[in-house]
């Protein structure tokens, strides 16, 4: 055989080989890259209705876990690193679903179709008044007696690349608590290998309605659930909030924070002032309400962080939405059981609700939350845990 005809021959092989070779090593690396995150699903249990409820358990790469129901959306437990890079559960929640439909103060679910609440359980859409379900006293709070929280997701996983996501789907019936409208409502939760987890709202409706969806864990960054949250460093982006009557309704004033307990704009100990002598901190029993967050003209942006120092935990937050609710735990009363044999004591945990303003039916100087048939509700938060030296 001509040397140059079989030279030729052996760089064909050779090349053809090499081809291979970097094919198998894409496709491997390609494998081992979308198979740093997983989702597991299990068997949760039976609703006093005989329905079935499933846990899906997203985890990624670096050892963040988190577990959600599809009753009522709830992320039932989420891990999250100390500055030892020891991942430990932070948010507040039962072991079992009984507790979750006996008794649960929202822990860890979604809450629609309107976060927050409504006053007098009533108001007014294109000229008709809507009467909603009475949950609050006289008011309205959280979608009613049987809100997003109390109702089975339809669930979907997702894997892309380097991100496990859950995609849960709901349709709430045009009347289901007094409400207006068809609304399909999809909600995904989304974990990538950042330690960052999504979560993005979208509805749509074939009638006028309002909506307003939120998430409602109870955090606490210990890790530690007998550690009250007051030594956690709070800053929120606001330079306003809204004042609140004793039924802790919106008066409709927007009032500035400087020189208030209710200024975060810095890192400030969420114990530090919660004791003041303040009109408002007695209405909420500490902290719960609504600031006004700073830059809404920007679609999405920082709007709040917490600190922890033993743990060296940091929360960021990061929101496409214009208030945000800060809760102080003030309803906890050592009643409820916790995860780890103990009971939730008072202020042992905090939420930071990402949402529209309470009340805002019937506040005409609040942004809208009507949404109209052919129009898109959307919106998303992200929280972003990492850890940080004092």
Same mark, same amino acid.
């Given at each position: ?43 949760? !249990? ?24 599809? %009753?009522? !959306? ?18 507040? @929640? +039962?072991?079992?679903?009984?507790? =979750? ?7 860890? *679910?979604?809450?629609?179709? +309107? ?27 959280? @979608? !009613? $007696? ?23 789907? +709901? $349709?709430?019936?045009? @009347? ?12 995904? =939760? ?17 009638? *006028? ?8 864990? =109870? ?10 949250? $007051? ?6 982006? *606001? ?12 008066? @409709? ?30 209405? !909420? ?10 830059? &809404? ?6 709007? *709040? ?19 945000? &609710? ?17 009971? =939730? ?11 529209? %303003? ?18 898109? %509700? ?13």
């Amino acid at each position: 055989m001509n040397i140059f005809k079989t030279t030729n021959i052996l760089m064909v092989l050779l090349t053809n080989l090499l081809l291979v070779n970097f094919s198998c090593k894409k496709s491997i690396e390609k494998k081992q890259f979308t198979s740093s995150v997983s989702i597991q699903k299990k068997f949760y !249990g039976k609703t006093k209705d005989n329905k079935e409820v499933f846990q899906f358990i997203m985890k990624n790469k670096l050892g963040m876990s988190v577990s959600i129901i599809t %009753y009522g !959306g709830i992320i039932t437990s989420w891990t999250a690193k100390n500055k030892k890079n020891k991942y430990e559960d932070i948010v507040l @929640g +039962y072991n079992c679903l009984e507790e =979750y439909e006996s008794r649960s103060p929202y822990f860890g *679910a979604l809450i629609g179709r +309107y976060g927050n609440r409504i006053a007098k359980g009533k108001f007014v859409l294109d000229g008709k008044e809507y009467i909603l379900d009475r949950n609050n006293g006289p008011n309205h709070l959280h @979608g !009613g $007696l049987k809100g997003f929280d109390k109702v089975i997701w339809g669930a979907k996983e997702i894997i892309k690349d380097s991100t496990a996501s859950l995609e849960l789907r +709901y $349709l709430s019936k045009d @009347g289901e608590e007094g409400y207006p409208g068809n609304l399909q409502v999809k909600v995904i =939760y989304t974990l990538n290998n950042r330690d960052e987890l999504a979560v993005n709202y979208e509805a749509n409706t074939d009638k *006028a309605t309002i909506v307003n969806l939120t998430q409602h864990t =109870y955090f606490n960054l210990s890790g530690n659930f007998d550690n009250d949250i $007051l030594d956690h460093e709070l800053k929120i982006n *606001a330079d306003s909030f809204l004042p609140v009557d004793t039924d802790l309704i919106p008066t @409709g004033e927007i009032r500035k924070v400087k020189n208030t307990p209710f200024d975060f704009s810095f890192p400030k100990k969420i114990g530090f002032d919660i004791k003041n002598e303040d009109l408002q901190l007695k209405n !909420g029993k500490g902290y719960d309400h609504c600031w006004v967050l700073n830059e &809404q003209e920007k679609d999405f942006r920082f709007v *709040a962080s917490v600190f922890e120092e033993k743990s060296g935990r940091l929360l960021e937050i990061f929101s496409s939405e214009p208030g945000i &609710q800060f809760y102080s735990g003030n309803f906890l009363d050592g009643t409820l059981p916790t995860k780890t044999k103990g009971n =939730y004591k008072f202020r042992t945990g905090f939420c930071l609700e990402t949402q529209h %303003y309470p009340d805002s039916p019937n506040q005409p100087n609040f942004p809208s939350v009507k949404l109209d048939l052919g129009e898109i %509700y959307s919106s998303k938060t992200l929280f972003r845990f990492s850890t940080k030296k004092n």
